[in-house]
């Protein structure tokens, strides 16, 4: 495969569940991204992984916890989520995590919570 | 105040229209502007990057940015059915390791 990977593509689940969103960059990159997209609410970035190292932490509740194990795989654990947590989640990926650099986006988890 | 603001849409056209798409900033600080697209049930993807001011263009494309105004817009010439998506603004400061902060979206109908 190419490209930016994301599993599942759905998932639903209950308030009380753990569960994990994987992504997998084929392109040699060393920067990823998570990002929620609400219907309605703009792109909002969640964490950035340079190197494996977080850089960013955007405000995040703790019940989002990420991973990056690797530069080519970042998970998202979620676990005691709340209805309105339910959206859209993407992985992006760039060659660096710089000003000037093309974020490759994966086609998402589309995630409800019930 | 939101920090980008874009035009909310939906747009409607008829193929072959001249669609424009705008979006307008507060932060002055902003340095770098993207247009995505994105497909229902897909990831955006980049369409147009540009630097500071000035226009871009590339094929039906094209991407331009006022600072003094704090405006920045996306011209689709002849646009096609195919077209049809959700189109993100996007905008980056210099020092910002990747943190992009996006406009809600406006979502593009265009009719054969």
């Known amino acids: 495969e190419t490209g930016v990977t994301q599993t599942p593509r759905h998932l639903v689940m209950g308030m009380t569940n753990k569960k994990s969103l994987k992504c997998e960059q084929h392109l040699g990159h060393n920067a990823m991204y998570w990002y929620k997209q609400s219907a309605k609410k703009p792109l909002e970035l969640m964490f950035v992984y340079s190197l494996e190292e977080r850089v960013e932490n955007n405000s995040v509740p703790s019940r989002f916890s990420p991973e990056c194990p690797n530069s080519s795989h970042l998970f998202l654990h979620l676990h005691t989520l709340q209805p309105e947590d339910s959206a859209l989640y993407l992985c992006?990926?760039?060659?660096?995590?710089?000003?000037?650099?093309?974020?490759?986006f994966g086609p998402g988890t589309r995630l409800l919570v019930l | 105040q939101k920090e980008v603001e874009q035009d909310p849409g939906p747009l409607s056209v008829p193929e072959g229209a001249i669609v424009s798409l705008n979006c307008t900033y507060s932060n002055s600080a902003f340095q770098y502007f993207m247009w995505y697209r994105q497909y229902s049930r897909k990831g955006p993807e980049l369409l147009m990057y540009?630097?500071?001011?000035g226009n871009k263009e590339d094929g039906r494309f094209t991407a331009q940015v006022d600072k003094s105004s704090k405006y920045i817009s996306l011209f689709i010439r002849d646009s096609q059915p195919s077209d049809s998506a959700t189109y993100l603004c996007?905008?980056?400061?210099?020092?910002?390791?990747?943190?992009?902060?996006f406009g809600d979206g406006t979502t593009l109908t265009v009719k054969p």
């Open positions: 996007a905008m980056m400061r210099n020092t910002n390791a990747g943190k992009s902060t």
């Open positions: 992006a990926s760039s060659r660096i995590a710089g000003a000037s650099e093309t974020q490759y």
């Open positions: 540009t630097y500071s001011s």
